[in-house]
């Protein structure tokens, strides 16, 4: 038998995966049941094909057939969901990548959350082991966005009119070094919107070099963020640069565990410049 008829009935199982998955994408708040013509419409399947495939996915739970001969996603998801195997809140998904991200890099590492009046709050944190370290005491309390590498990467992902209600104002100033100037904070959200993280030198703590990347949520949106406080005299440009993009890495493995998508945040960051 050749290599590639060995391979076949692989490939064939491999997009009927794709094609499962594309059926399960289909279902969101709005539309919680679908007909199969609606589903063979929504990912352009045969008919035939989707019946076929709604077949064996009911047989797995992955759907359940509903009043009508409709379908909706199946109890095997829900029991997922609440099995505690899937994180349901920001703190949850992100521990387990602080304490590794900690013990790579030996600082302190902490998870910053989005309030609903557009400030930010510390989390939770996990300090490094190193004598001289950030340790946050102010833990739950509202900061302003325009304050620090967190709040700057939580910024820069908002849409615009949420972004404007900082801009549009006088900024406060923590620190001497608190970026102020309307201007110049426009340029650096463009900045950290490009790259994917964002950098703060003493502009909210003195003696504190701080780098941080937003966090998603299965919307899309722009929910926290997760980054890493060092002393000045462990940092440079170089390091923050590294440290930079390894804050970015992680921090997209916690928003993929909370079901973000690189096409939904592709719309998020379109928005967010203006687009």
Same mark, same amino acid.
């Given at each position: 038998? #050749?290599?590639?008829?060995? $391979?076949?009935? *692989? ?15 289909? +279902? ?10 609606? /589903?063979?419409?929504?990912?352009? =399947? #045969? ?11 009911? #047989?797995? !739970?992955?759907?359940?057939? *509903? ?5 909706? =996603? ?7 969901? %609440? !099995? ?7 703190? $949850?998904?992100?521990?387990? +990548?602080?304490?590794? =991200? ?14 609903? *009046? ?16 950030? *340790? ?10 325009? @304050? ?6 939580? &910024?820069?992902? =908002? ?32 900045? /950290? ?6 950098? !703060? @030198? ?13 966090? +998603?949520? @299965? ?14 005299? %462990?940092?440079?440009?170089? %390091?923050?640069?590294? &440290?930079?993009?390894?804050? %970015? ?8 565990? &909370? ?17």
């Amino acid at each position: 038998m #050749s290599t590639e008829a060995a $391979d076949a009935p *692989t490939r064939a199982g491999v997009q009927s995966i794709d094609r499962a998955v594309a059926i399960l994408r289909c +279902f969101d708040a709005r539309r919680p049941e679908l007909g199969i013509s609606e /589903i063979a419409r929504m990912t352009g =399947l #045969s008919t035939s094909t989707t019946h076929r495939l709604l077949a064996a996915m009911q #047989s797995n !739970s992955l759907v359940r057939q *509903t009043p009508g001969r409709r379908y909706g =996603l199946g109890p095997l998801l829900v029991q997922l969901a %609440r !099995s505690g195997a899937v994180p349901t809140t920001l703190r $949850d998904a992100a521990l387990p +990548f602080l304490r590794a =991200l900690r013990d790579e890099i030996d600082e302190t590492v902490a998870v910053h959350e989005l309030l609903p *009046t557009d400030e930010r709050a510390v989390i939770d944190q996990v300090e490094s082991h190193q004598s001289l370290r950030r *340790t946050y005491t102010d833990i739950g309390v509202p900061l302003a966005l325009p @304050h620090g590498a967190p709040g700057k990467a939580i &910024l820069s992902m =908002l849409p615009p009119d949420r972004q404007e209600r900082w801009l549009s104002r006088p900024i406060p100033a923590a620190t001497p070094r608190t970026v102020t100037d309307p201007g110049e904070l426009r340029a650096q959200l463009a900045t /950290i919107r490009s790259r994917g993280w964002a950098e !703060s @030198h003493a502009e909210r703590y003195p003696g504190i070099w701080a780098v941080a990347a937003p966090l +998603f949520d @299965h919307t899309g949106n722009v929910v926290g963020a997760l980054g890493t406080s060092v002393p000045e005299v %462990r940092m440079d440009e170089r %390091r923050a640069a590294e &440290l930079g993009e390894r804050v %970015r890495a992680v921090a997209w493995e916690v928003s993929e565990s &909370l079901g973000a998508t690189t096409e939904a945040v592709a719309r998020t960051v379109q928005i967010a410049e203006g687009g």
